[in-house]
Structures are given as structure tokens and as C-alpha cells.
């Protein structure tokens, strides 16, 4: 069956970096878009970044654009999510699923990581 495991996440100081992995199995990962979506307590769940099947085209959400990249690595399976300048609103549990850049249908997802940044 398709899994999909984060990992990477912590806690962390404001302005420090985290990188997160999601490494996929049991689908053919190349044929997937990616994404990474966030919840923090009391919010709804919000989309942060997607990549392409190929890493060519990505998409940021506005509140990460310029700290946050996507990309992907398809010989491994792999999804990542490079996080710099974190700030304590980026706390949140990080999830990834799969999903074209401009859809908005997600089929399969993670059990998340916790990033915790504080000030």
C-alpha cells in the first residue's frame, strides 16, 4: 500500500533552518505531484508548497515564499521541505501528500512531523 513518512521535524530557535523529508513507497513516486501542507493547534490545515513529477514547476503559499523550498529527489523517493528563517507562526505538524502543483485533490498523506520554533 502507499506510505508516505515525514520526517525531520523538532524544535528549533527563531531564524534557525530544518529540512523535512517525506520518502514515499508503493506508488510509482515519479508519476506524483507533491505537496506540503501544515496544521498548527486550533487552525485549519494549510497548504505550504508543491512540486511537479518532474521538480521543473513549484508553488508557495505567500507566508513562506523566500524562506521556504521545495524539491524532490525521484531516485529516492524522496519529497523535502527546506526551512529557513523559521518564526514561531511556523509552528505547525508538517505534512506531505500527494498532488498535482495547481490541483486540489490530494489522495494520499503522511502522519506528519512536529516543527516547534520558538522565539
Known amino acids: 500500500q502507499v506510505q508516505l513518512v515525514e520526517s525531520g521535524g523538532g524544535s528549533v530557535q527563531a531564524g534557525d533552518s530544518l529540512r523535512l523529508s517525506c520518502a514515499a513507497s508503493?506508488?510509482?513516486?515519479?508519476?506524483?505531484?507533491m505537496n506540503w501542507f501544515r496544521q498548527a493547534p486550533g487552525k485549519e490545515r494549510e497548504f505550504v508548497a508543491a512540486?511537479?513529477?518532474?521538480?521543473?514547476?513549484?508553488r508557495y503559499a505567500d507566508s513562506v515564499k523566500d524562506r521556504f523550498s521545495i524539491s524532490r529527489d525521484n531516485a529516492k523517493n524522496t519529497v523535502y521541505l527546506q526551512m529557513n528563517s523559521l518564526k514561531p507562526e511556523d509552528t505547525a505538524v508538517y505534512y506531505c501528500?500527494?498532488?498535482?502543483?495547481?490541483?486540489?485533490?490530494?489522495?494520499?498523506w503522511g502522519q506528519g512531523t512536529q516543527v516547534t520554533v520558538s522565539s
Open positions: 501528500a500527494t498532488g498535482e502543483v495547481f490541483g486540489s485533490r490530494y489522495d494520499y
Open positions: 512540486i511537479s513529477r518532474s521538480g521543473v514547476t513549484t
Open positions: 508503493g506508488l510509482t513516486f515519479s508519476s506524483h505531484g
